[in-house]
């Protein structure tokens, strides 16, 4: 594995101080947010000086009951080729759930949700990463994923899985230190413990972020400093085996560059006070591919759907807790992934908090309680405006102007939908809008 050294996220409101940023020696992007035709400017620059970009995606799937779209895997490797990587990474996670496969409407979460560590969810996870693998132009790494709720009857720890899931398909690991601080946190379980039992010989490169935590509940946020608590992981992992990357997350409330400078110092000297004292300095090790046949039975991967489409339902549709959930945490966590969903339809459509003012998001969350995603977030910006205007309910945009703020919200929504879109539900709304007043 290629040494990456260390580097940040790269994210359009941060693109001029990174450009500029000392000792940055690579960046990620998030791949979906990329179109390889059309690359942003500032990312074309820094490749043009040599600077690593490698993309990270968020939307196969990997860890979920279905195998892996080709369109979305096709999707992925042009971003690869577009951005030259040497690598590419996903997540071990399950982000849909429901549709043929169990006979049930088909979800999705808008965001990573983890996956049971099962022997049913652990065959179906190396089956579908070895579909990525065959289908993708260079290695893939999988990253472990930060959880508010735990998974009733698991059969391995998280090193385990992860030590199995290595074992069997070589593929590379994407290590984030924030997240097993999280899983600390919210289920009780053990870093060290973790860094022990897993392969650190496969790790591509290591994740760094902040977070914070709310009434004994830590979310990983992405947005505030990262906390003592997550770099004594990183020394742990640094003192275990030389990472060949440390990346710095950040995707939102950002700071002037001179902290995001001084947290990339403080990561660097974290990993190189740990490697002058660690027990092993060496590279890590090529990781071998896997060698044992991975399929796994069409029993496995029903069972897995069943089980993910209920848990699904119950955080999106509002659907009861299935039985052993921590109902509590699912609370919280059918709450985060409302409020993920109203933060990202904000910035896909930053024109629907500029029409709804401060009545946005309290829209929008009452209208996320239960109605699930369907097909995106765009699409989700164009149902939540469409059923605003369906139901006529009051907007809340903090001034008298609400007629003039529907009107706004009507045009917006006509301009997108197109002049003759189809289904019936589309026409009966606008029929509907035709009869509103002020058109």
């Known amino acids: 594995m290629?040494?990456?050294?260390?580097?940040?996220?790269?994210?359009?409101?941060?693109?001029?101080?990174?450009?500029?940023?000392?000792?940055?020696?690579?960046?990620?992007?998030?791949?979906?947010?990329?179109?390889?035709?059309?690359?942003?400017?500032?990312?074309?620059?820094?490749?043009?000086?040599g600077v690593t970009v490698i993309p990270h995606g968020v939307s196969l799937g990997l860890g979920g009951a279905e195998r892996p779209d080709a369109g979305r895997l096709a999707a992925l490797a042009e971003r690869v080729e577009a951005l030259g990587a040497p690598l590419v990474t996903e997540h071990i996670a399950f982000v849909r759930a429901g549709g043929p496969l169990t006979a049930s409407p088909s979800l999705e979460a808008g965001h990573l949700l983890p996956v049971p560590r099962t022997r049913d969810a652990l065959d179906v996870l190396c089956e579908n990463v070895r579909i990525a693998q065959d289908a993708l132009p260079v290695p893939l790494a999988?990253?472990?994923?930060?959880?508010?709720?735990?998974?009733?009857?698991?059969?391995?720890?998280?090193?385990?899985?992860?030590?199995?899931?290595?074992e069997r398909t070589g593929v590379r690991l994407l290590i984030d230190v924030a997240n097993l601080h999280t899983n600390h946190v919210n289920r009780g379980e053990d870093p060290a413990r973790a860094l022990t039992e897993l392969p650190v010989e496969a790790i591509a490169y290591v994740h760094v972020a902040g977070g914070y935590e709310r009434?004994?509940?830590?979310?990983?946020?992405?947005?505030?400093?990262?906390?003592?608590p997550v770099l004594d992981i990183l020394t742990d992992l640094a003192s275990r085996v030389a990472p060949p990357g440390v990346l710095l997350e950040r995707d939102d409330n950002f700071p002037e560059p001179a902290e995001l400078e001084r947290e990339l110092t403080r990561i660097r000297a974290t990993v190189d006070a740990a490697q002058r004292t660690s027990r092993s300095h060496g590279t890590?090790?090529?990781?071998?591919?896997?060698?044992?046949?991975?399929?796994?039975?069409?029993?496995?991967?029903?069972?897995?759907?069943?089980?993910?489409?209920?848990?699904?339902?119950?955080?999106?549709?509002?659907?009861?807790?299935?039985?052993?959930?921590?109902?509590?945490?699912m609370g919280v966590q059918a709450r985060a992934l409302a409020a993920k969903r109203a933060s990202v339809v904000a910035k896909v459509a930053p024109e629907l908090p500029e029409i709804l003012g401060e009545g946005y998001r309290e829209a929008f969350?009452?209208?996320?309680?239960?109605?699930?995603?369907?097909?995106?977030?765009?699409?989700?910006?164009?149902?939540?405006?469409?059923?605003?205007?369906k139901t006529g309910q009051p907007l809340k945009t903090g001034h008298p102007a609400d007629a003039r703020a529907r009107r706004r919200l009507r045009a917006w929504w006509l301009d997108r939908v197109g002049p003759a879109p189809r289904?019936?539900?589309?026409?009966?709304?606008?029929?509907?809008?035709?009869?509103l007043p002020g058109r």
């Open 215 to 228: 009434d004994g509940v830590w979310h990983d946020s992405h947005a505030h400093p990262v906390p003592e």
């Open 365 to 389: 969350l009452g209208y996320a309680r239960s109605r699930p995603m369907r097909g995106g977030y765009r699409q989700d910006a164009l149902d939540f405006a469409g059923q605003l205007l």
């Open 284 to 329: 890590p090790a090529p990781a071998t591919r896997g060698s044992v046949a991975v399929l796994a039975r069409p029993e496995a991967r029903q069972r897995l759907g069943v089980a993910q489409a209920a848990v699904l339902s119950a955080l999106v549709a509002g659907t009861p807790a299935p039985e052993g959930f921590d109902r509590v945490r």
């Open 2 to 49: 290629r040494r990456l050294g260390t580097g940040i996220g790269w994210r359009p409101e941060i693109a001029e101080a990174v450009a500029a940023m000392p000792g940055v020696e690579w960046v990620e992007v998030v791949a979906e947010n990329v179109c390889p035709g059309h690359l942003p400017e500032a990312l074309v620059r820094l490749r043009e000086r």
């Open 423 to 435: 289904g019936g539900a589309a026409r009966l709304l606008r029929r509907t809008l035709g009869a």
């Open 142 to 166: 999988v990253e472990n994923i930060a959880a508010l709720f735990s998974w009733p009857g698991e059969e391995l720890t998280e090193g385990q899985f992860l030590y199995e899931l290595a």
